[in-house]
């Protein structure tokens, strides 16, 4: 039973722990799915901004195309106003040049160059703010990157812890399962093991039945033939026959009285502490006796309950001598309780001191209720424990009253039959449980009445004090006569079995136990005497061989010790000679590292003494030349000739102007560096944007990961749970068939056994008539041959 409950409460803890696990799963995949929501969301995200990139590429390939052909335009414009202004420069000079001609292409040409500055001022404008715009996506884009990284590094953690409890869960299913299948096959085992055994005991019980019943007839055969008379029919011959012994009854007596005498000590306790504290209440209420004379009634009151221990130790006393009085070899009944006519004087005495201080505990609480301060509740809860305490003394009256019909048939062995005797324990076990009613009834009515005076404005911290002591008494009152009611109830078929004592169906008397147990020893020492084990001896052969291997041992050990001797001294010197080997050893390895250390300082002087051609290997392995290198050989070399830029300052940023008289390949040049810096500033964009990408794909393969996981962990959980269920139901199967299968062969066991006495009660009752009438047989002959 105590394995039962123990899997039992470890199966509802692994319940507990699943349900807390799954609630855990499903906040897990709830947190799953939306990461997967925001997952798709940012891919979608992803693929705007892609787009958007790709039209700003877009736009800005066809602005860099629309500046390069406006360049090119500028440029065709600027040498067309060159070469006008030297037409005109030529015309002026020859004076036949139309100047109003050359100022409207000059007016039409200023105009062309102002629309083209303003295009391309638009176009640098809209190119800075789309590179700006740019930007901050791409810096919102790298936040929410980040948290989402954070996030999901923390539900990867959660996902490990989850793992992590759920293989602990799995190993511990797994352990349970294991052993309880080991304990499922063992109680397999036993449950064939007692088939087996029921079937062979079931044979022997047929054979024996089949023998008592050949007996039987036999026997009843011969009592009917030659049997003059029944000695069980007188009682003065039924005291001669010796009463049998029954061991298992003394056991278990003993047994019940060991639990009797610890349930009387809690009661006695109980009773002690309670006359106790209401002794001090006494002192205390109504009247303080340390500031005013307390009445008569509660001195007189007082006085009695002072002397509460006298009366009650007795009783505690009393049982336990009859506790060690029942021992395995004494006969333990009624009959034979010399002690129980002590306790049964012990306890009317402690009923005649309750009756006693009955009168003086009913003035005291109507002393309470005549106090001015005592309300009409107080009043009510006072007559409560009046009555309480009249059934209470009214209760220990019938117990007394039983208790000395019980210690009768100690002092008369005639005075009570086994019914009377089952009578009394009935009416006893009542009384037991009318008692722990009357003090549960006095602990609810003196707890109502505590409350109720803790509300007074007179009341002291000691009256508090002590009427909490009371209260803790009164329960604990309660708590042992409940315990001893449902204790004598439980042991009232054993109290009311007849205990199988006596001769021959006749009563049973203290002289016919003492020769029983006297009669039980002989019978012990007879045969403990009789299986006494002879000592052995040795043949007188076998201790000449003995005499002869003694002889040659003593001489073939002088000889094994002089070999001793020579082994030891062989051995000190091997000794010897190892260690010198030793001291060789370690004077040559010492030799041999200073011989190393010797090598190593001559191969660095080698080393030493040539250092002009590792220099000159250096300088060949760094490939340095020899010859100074001036920085204005290079290709960076300033030219003198050289016009000097203007720089222009702009929303884009600083754009560097030299004058009209550069070449087109310093032109060239010029927008070459333009467009490569661009150029490397998308590629930079488009390469972190391709990574940012990447770790968003890497990121949604994990969540797949993460979620094909937590699948495939629900898919295992069930299974175990479902096998888990299976094994449950195979060991509470197996469990009811094991408790079926027990509680039958325990019951046929026992009634094999009782039927098995029975038998041999009537085969020892047949013996005995038996040999009775072939006494009076034998005497008849004699008689006979005599006339």
């Known amino acids: 039973m105590a394995n039962m409950t123990d899997l039992q409460s470890k199966y509802s803890k692994l319940a507990q722990e699943y349900s807390k696990l799954r609630a855990q799963n499903q906040v897990l995949k709830k947190a799953v799915l939306d990461e997967q929501t925001g997952c798709n969301s940012l891919k979608d995200e992803l ?9 700003v590429e877009q736009e800005m390939d066809s602005l860099s195309f629309r500046n390069q052909q406006l360049t090119k335009r500028v440029e065709l414009l600027q040498e ?5 202004e030297s037409k005109s420069r030529k015309s002026k000079n020859k004076g036949d040049s139309p100047p109003q001609v050359n100022q409207q292409a000059q007016n039409v040409f200023d105009e062309d160059l102002r629309k083209k500055i303003q295009e391309n001022e638009r176009l640098h404008i809209q190119f800075y703010e789309a590179d700006e715009q740019f930007r901050r996506q791409e810096a919102q884009l790298r936040a929410r990157l980040d948290q989402l990284e954070k996030e999901s590094e923390q539900h990867q953690t959660v996902v490990d812890d989850l793992t992590s409890r759920y293989s602990d869960t799995i190993e511990k299913l797994q352990s349970d399962k294991a052993r309880l299948e080991v304990t499922a096959q063992t109680l397999e085992r036993e449950a064939k093991d007692c088939r087996v055994r029921t079937e062979e005991c079931q044979q022997q019980l047929r054979k024996y ?10 026997s009843s055969s011969l009592i009917l033939e030659k049997v003059p ?30 639990q009797a005498l610890g349930f009387l000590q809690n009661l006695v306790s109980a009773l002690l502490n309670f006359h106790s504290y209401t002794e001090q209440r006494v002192q205390i209420y109504p009247l303080d006796s340390s500031i005013e004379a307390v009445s008569p009634v509660n001195q007189r009151f007082s006085q009695y309950l002072h002397e509460n221990a006298a009366y009650l130790r007795p009783l505690e006393e009393d049982l336990l001598q009859i506790q060690q009085s029942i021992t395995e070899d004494a006969i333990t009944v009624l009959e034979t309780l010399a002690k129980l006519q002590d306790f049964s004087r012990s306890f009317s005495a402690y009923s005649s001191f309750l009756q006693k201080i009955l009168p003086y505990q009913l003035k005291s609480l109507e002393e309470e209720c005549d106090a001015s301060l005592c309300t009409a509740a107080l009043r009510v809860r006072n007559q409560q424990l009046q009555n309480d305490m009249k059934k209470l003394s009214a209760v220990f009256h019938k117990l ?17 039959c086994q019914s009377s005797a089952n009578a009394v324990f009935t009416q006893m076990s009542a009384s037991l449980h009318s008692l722990h009613d009357v003090t549960t009834e006095l602990s609810t009515h003196y707890s109502q009445k505590v409350s109720l005076e803790q509300e007074l404005p007179t009341a002291t911290q000691k009256l508090r004090t002590t009427n909490e002591c009371l209260l803790a008494s009164l329960a604990a009152l309660t708590s042992s006569c409940g315990k001893m009611a449902t204790f004598f109830s439980n042991s009232l078929d054993f109290l009311a079995s007849c205990p199988g004592y006596g001769p021959r169906g006749g009563v049973l008397n203290p002289l016919q136990a003492h020769s029983v147990m006297d009669n039980k020893r002989r019978a012990a020492t007879y045969m403990s005497a009789i299986q006494k084990a002879r000592p052995e001896s040795v043949p007188y052969r076998e201790a000449l061989a003995n005499r002869h291997v003694l002889t040659s041992s003593t001489e073939s050990r002088e000889g094994l010790m002089q070999q001793v001797v020579q082994s030891q001294e062989k051995m000190c010197r091997l000794e010897q000679e190892k260690e010198h080997w030793l001291l060789e050893a370690q004077l040559g390895q010492v030799r041999l590292q200073k011989e190393t250390q010797r090598i190593a300082q001559l191969e660095a002087q080698i080393l030493a003494g040539s250092p002009a051609e590792p220099h000159g290997a250096a300088q060949i392995l760094s490939g340095t030349p020899a010859g100074p290198h001036s920085p204005a050989d290079g290709p960076g070399a300033a030219r003198p000739d050289s016009p000097e830029p ?3 300052t702009s929303l884009v940023g600083i754009l560097t102007i030299t004058s009209c008289g550069e070449s087109a390949a310093d032109q060239e040049s010029r927008e070459h560096l333009i467009k490569t810096h661009y150029m490397s500033r998308v590629s930079d964009l488009t390469s972190q944007l391709q990574i940012c990408d990447s770790k968003a794909v890497h990121f949604h393969a994990e969540c797949r990961a993460v979620a094909k996981r937590l699948t495939i962990a629900e898919k295992s959980r069930e299974t175990l749970t479902e096998e888990l269920k299976l094994a449950n139901q195979n060991i509470t199967r197996l469990q ?9 062969y325990e019951d046929q066991l026992s009634m094999m056994s009782d039927h098995l006495c029975s038998m041999n009660d009537t085969l020892s009752k047949q013996r005995d008539e038996i040999d009775t009438l072939k006494l009076t047989s034998k005497g008849n002959s004699k008689k006979n041959k005599g006339r």
Do not use: I
């Open 400 to 416: 007394k009253s039983y208790v000395a019909l019980l210690a009768v048939p100690s002092v008369r062995s005639d005075a009570m």
């Open 646 to 648: 203007v720089q222009d």
């Open 736 to 744: 009811d068939e094991l408790s079926t299968t027990k509680r039958s």
């Open 209 to 218: 039945q089949s023998e008592v019943s050949s007996q039987l007839k036999h």
């Open 47 to 55: 693929k705007q901004k892609e787009q958007s990139l790709r039209k």
């Open 229 to 258: 008379f029944n000695d069980t029919q007188s009682s003065d011959y039924n005291s001669l026959n010796v009463p049998l012994h029954n061991r298992r009854h003394q056991l278990k007596a003993r047994d019940v009285a060991a």
């Open 80 to 84: 067309e106003l060159l070469l006008s």
